[in-house]
T-cell receptor, first 114, second 116 residues
Framework: DARVTQTPRDKVTEMGQEVTMRCQPI?????VFWYRQTMMQGLELLAY????????DSGMPKDRFSAEMPDATLATLKIQPSEPRDSAVYFC????????????FGPGTRLLVL | AQKITQTQPGMFVQEKEAVTLDCTYD???????LFWYKQPSSGEMIFLIY??????QNATEGRYSLNFQKARKSANLVISASQLGDSAMYFC?????????????FGKGITLSVRP
């Protein structure tokens, strides 16, 4: 049963610390997405990659966030330095470029910045 | 203007009855896709059903069906024979265009509670 995996599932950190979230997309999927979910803003797209190349990161605060895909099996989202307003659930999703291109979501990383 | 509108704040349904969750969308692109996702209290986002703008038939997946009314720009989710496990948040989403664009825009979601 192919699934997107994310680590860590929960993260509590102090303001100013670096946070790294990892995602393993479904094997064979060539598009990877990072979303942030908060009560106020709902689900927001932060960035996405196709074939490991960044296609759109316009939703991401560039000064403190960075997203990379070092290889086809790993995507990372880093926040440095973290701030309390970054507290949210961060989802990774993967998909296969096709007319339908359904996105399959990981379980999310729940981040709390104190 | 919002691209995806889900205005029902919360829905209640009796177990074994059918329920319709509303979604309207706004796009000028002739080619688009519509998706529904379920988010139970555990937090994961579960894909339920997809409807393409050129699909002639309404999509169905088991107990889920999509009432696609293109002229009205609505894509309502119908859940038949509700189960207690259907209690969750439900999100409608849209992808516009084809080619390079893979971005989904999500609505604010609707909470569904199934009563025993």
């Amino acid at each position: 049963d192919a699934r997107v995996t994310q680590t860590p599932r929960d993260k509590v950190t102090e303001m100013g610390q670096e946070v790294t979230m990892r995602c393993q997309p479904i094997l064979g999927h060539n598009t990877v997405f990072w979303y942030r979910q908060t009560m106020m803003q709902g689900l927001e797209l932060l960035a996405y990659f196709r074939n490991r190349a960044p296609l759109d990161d316009s939703g991401m605060p560039k000064d403190r966030f960075s997203a990379e895909m070092p290889d086809a099996t790993l995507a990372t989202l880093k926040i440095q330095p973290s701030e309390p307003r970054d507290s949210a659930v961060y989802f990774c999703a993967s998909g296969l470029k096709s007319p339908q291109e359904t996105q399959y979501f990981g379980p999310g990383t729940r981040l709390l910045v104190l | 203007a919002q691209k995806i509108t889900q205005t029902q704040p919360g829905m209640f349904v009796q177990e074994k009855e059918a329920v319709t969750l509303d979604c309207t969308y706004d796009t000028s692109d002739p080619s688009y896709g519509l998706f529904w996702y379920k988010q139970p209290s555990s937090g994961e986002m579960i894909f339920l059903i997809y409807q393409g703008s050129y699909d002639q038939q309404n999509a169905t997946e088991g107990r889920y069906s999509l009432n696609f009314q293109k002229a009205r720009k609505s894509a309502n989710l119908v859940i038949s024979a509700s189960q207690l496990g259907d209690s969750a948040m439900y999100f409608c989403a849209m992808r516009e265009g084809t080619g390079a664009n893979s971005k989904l825009t999500f609505g604010k979601g609707i909470t569904l509670s199934v009563r025993p």
